[in-house]
T-cell receptor, first 116, second 113 residues
Framework: NAGVMQNPRHLVRRRGQEARLRCSPM?????VYWYRQLPEEGLKFMVY????????ESGMPKERFSAEFPKEGPSILRIQQVVRGDSAAYFC??????????????FGPGTRLTVL | GENVEQHPSTLSVQEGDSAVIKCTYS??????FPWYKQELGKRPQLIID?????GEKKDQRIAVTLNKTAKHFSLHITETQPEDSAVYFC????????????FGSGTRLSIRP
């Protein structure tokens, strides 16, 4: 049973370009979470999605950032017009059911975004 | 919203000694408290968690305690080994927004041989 998959593992973009980060949850998991980790800092919650629905996006910047989890395919975190401050590790996690049932979140290996 | 404070930010202990990391949280409605270990360049991995109806939980050399009245919880690692060196994060899940995990700022634990 493969774990949470993320790609690419490393992504380099120039200021103003778009970044697309992909996350495939564990098999059977329908809940996906995105977190951002700045260097030497903790993880900050960004968004929680279920298939075709955004459940909680309270941690996501209002501009330039968007996320989706379509019926088919991976979850996508999209950052438009990237700036240097977007450089970070972006981790995706998935769970079998929602956290309300206190279900463990399994983390992917992360995508390290570098903005030049 | 929920805020999780974690101390110390760095901790160095002699191999074989115990390590203790402490966290406080602000939202009294939080009911789930996981601890994650993150090695350099790797993903966070759950090492132990505790629910609000339990005061203490132990798994081999790792134990976690929870004091809901004081809103603090702690991680205890006994008989530390070199492979325990990593960054440890405490976290809390506020019941009012059950989807989130709010993380502490992390503790960098170093085990001296």
């Amino acid at each position: 049973n493969a774990g949470v998959m993320q790609n690419p593992r490393h992504l380099v973009r120039r200021r103003g370009q778009e970044a697309r980060l992909r996350c495939s949850p564990m098999k059977g998991h329908s809940h996906v979470y995105w977190y951002r980790q700045l260097p030497e800092e903790g993880l900050k919650f960004m968004v929680y999605l279920q298939k075709e629905n955004i459940i909680d996006e309270s941690g996501m910047p209002k501009e330039r950032f968007s996320a989706e989890f379509p019926k088919e395919g991976p979850s996508i975190l999209r950052i438009q017009q990237v700036v240097r401050g977007d450089s970070a590790a972006y981790f995706c996690a998935s769970s079998l059911v929602g956290l309300a049932e206190n279900n463990e979140q399994f983390f992917g290996p992360g995508t390290r975004l570098t903005v030049l | 919203g929920e805020n999780v404070e974690q101390h110390p930010s760095t901790l160095s202990v002699q191999e074989g000694d115990s390590a203790v990391i402490k966290c406080t949280y602000s939202d009294s409605a939080s009911n789930y408290f996981p601890w994650y270990k993150q090695e350099l360049g790797k993903r966070p991995q759950l090492i132990i968690d505790i629910r609000s109806n339990v005061g203490e939980k132990k798994d081999q050399r790792i134990a976690v305690t929870l004091n809901k009245t004081a809103k603090h919880f702690s991680l205890h690692i006994t008989e530390t080994q070199p492979e325990d060196s990593a960054v440890y994060f405490c976290a809390a899940s506020p019941y009012s927004s059950a989807s989130k995990i709010i993380f502490g700022s992390g503790t960098r634990l170093s085990i001296r041989p």
